[in-house]
């Protein structure tokens, strides 16, 4: 799985809501991409299509050679385990420790405990928290909750992470934390899709940028500025 190519994508949502309108675009391997847009131009619905908790109307999904446009039921949590997902919002089990939500992931994937026993701590260690394993996450900060959900995206060690407005729950210092974290990700040869509506983000990383308006790619720059009003 090497790539994310959607072709001629629309999504009507009923009544009469057109999510977006012939959107495509390529993105290669190990690239990192902001996709950015004000609140309500489409930009979640296109993250939903990656990892199909949404399906197009029109046009084709396609993530490496595989073609998710009608992917069945039971071929999700195979497309989820290939793609790591970041949400806005932690999603995190209040119950569970640090390294207990980290596992849960594993667990439910069905793998061996000698696996996640392994395979969390590297994770912890990438997202610098090794040090609060045993912490609940009404202990940590917005910005380590927001760690511990993408360590928790890595441990199927995925060739994609899509978060989706990772950073909008956050102030500023760990926002850009968050970020680093990001292109730290991507320097290990991860391909990141970021969707955001923040700024400041998208114009420090002077990486790609693909801006959507009103359901509808408006411009894709290779070294690009978040240039929407």
């Not at 199909?52 to 989820?80: F, K, M, S």
């Not at 385990?81 to 970041?86: A, D, K, L, T, W």
Request: charge should be positive; charged fraction near 25%.
């Amino acid at each position: 799985m090497s790539m994310i190519r959607l072709k001629n994508v629309t999504k009507f949502f009923k009544p009469d809501t057109t999510a977006l309108k012939d959107v495509s675009l390529h993105i290669k391997p190990g690239e990192f991409v902001s996709i950015v847009g004000q609140s309500g131009s489409g930009k979640t619905t296109l993250a939903k299509l990656l990892f199909a908790e949404e399906g197009p109307t029109q046009g084709r999904v396609v993530i490496g050679d595989w073609d998710i446009t009608n992917i069945r039921q039971h071929e999700i949590p195979v497309l989820r385990r290939q793609i790591g997902v970041v949400f806005q919002d932690y999603k995190l089990l209040s119950q569970k420790t640090v390294f207990e939500n980290i596992a849960f992931a594993l667990e439910v994937a069905g793998e061996k405990s000698s696996h996640i026993s392994t395979v969390v701590p590297q994770v912890l260690k990438i997202v610098g928290l090794s040090n609060k394993r045993d912490r609940y996450p009404n202990q940590l900060s917005g910005g380590e909750k927001q760690r511990v959900s993408i360590a928790r995206s890595l441990v199927h060690r995925p060739k994609i992470i899509v978060a989706d407005e990772p950073t909008g729950n956050l102030d500023t210092i760990h926002a850009r934390e968050i970020v680093e974290l990001l292109k730290k990700i991507n320097d290990f040869g991860t391909t990141v899709v970021l969707v955001t509506h923040d700024r400041d983000i998208v114009n420090a990383l002077k990486k790609r940028v693909i801006t959507i308006q009103h359901g509808k790619l408006v411009s894709d720059i290779e070294h690009g500025k978040y240039v929407l009003p």
